[in-house]
């Protein structure tokens, strides 16, 4: 049998340590100025804007039941009594969520004692006063926040979501 000239033995050591230069070199590039993608600064989906009641009808820690961006979705709006991230009003108190569970669709329950929003399926407990974020559970998502602004007659104004509502692929309509 005839041996091949061609190959050549670099050895292990050799070898791993190439390896190790050309995966550093490859790092390097993709970390140079100006050649990153940034993120966005919102992953906001925006949605057709809906009036979803005025201000003069909250009252504090009293959920009011209401849809968006469509009637599949149930939400509520709520007045804090402090002012939060996300928050709206005159008092930057006023904040709206998605009431289906993002771990399985379970409907969600407003506990005024604590500030959360509670699933009854699998106990999952999303924080209001820090933008829905999920505090304990099995959702793997935190709870989608509306984005609102309040007009100047005091109608509060939906108009998108920053998270994906349950039971849908995409946020578009």
């Not at 993709?30 to 003069?56: C, E, F, H, W």
């Not at 929003?117 to 999303?126: A, D, E, I, T």
């Not at 209001?128 to 509060?156: F, S």
């Amino acid at each position: 049998m005839k041996k091949c000239d061609l190959m050549v033995d670099i050895g292990r050591r050799r070898f791993l340590s190439g390896a190790g230069i050309a995966a550093a070199g490859a790092a390097a590039t993709t970390m140079v100025p100006g050649t990153a993608q940034a993120k966005p600064a919102s992953a906001r989906v925006d949605y057709p804007i809906n009036r979803l009641g005025t201000v003069s009808e909250l009252k504090v820690n009293e959920p009011k039941d209401v849809s968006y961006p469509d009637a599949d979705a149930p939400g509520v709006l709520i007045k804090l009594g402090k002012r939060v991230p996300g928050g709206v009003g005159p008092d930057g108190d006023i904040v709206g969520f998605a009431t289906l569970c993002p771990h399985k669709g379970y409907p969600l329950a407003f506990n005024a004692g604590d500030k959360t929003l509670n699933c009854p399926g699998h106990y999952s407990r999303f924080d209001c006063e820090a933008g829905g974020q999920q505090i304990w559970g099995q959702a793997t998502q935190n709870l989608p926040q509306y984005a609102l602004r309040v007009e100047t007659n005091g109608d509060i104004v939906a108009e998108g979501l920053d998270e994906l509502l349950y039971g849908r692929l995409s946020n578009v309509l």
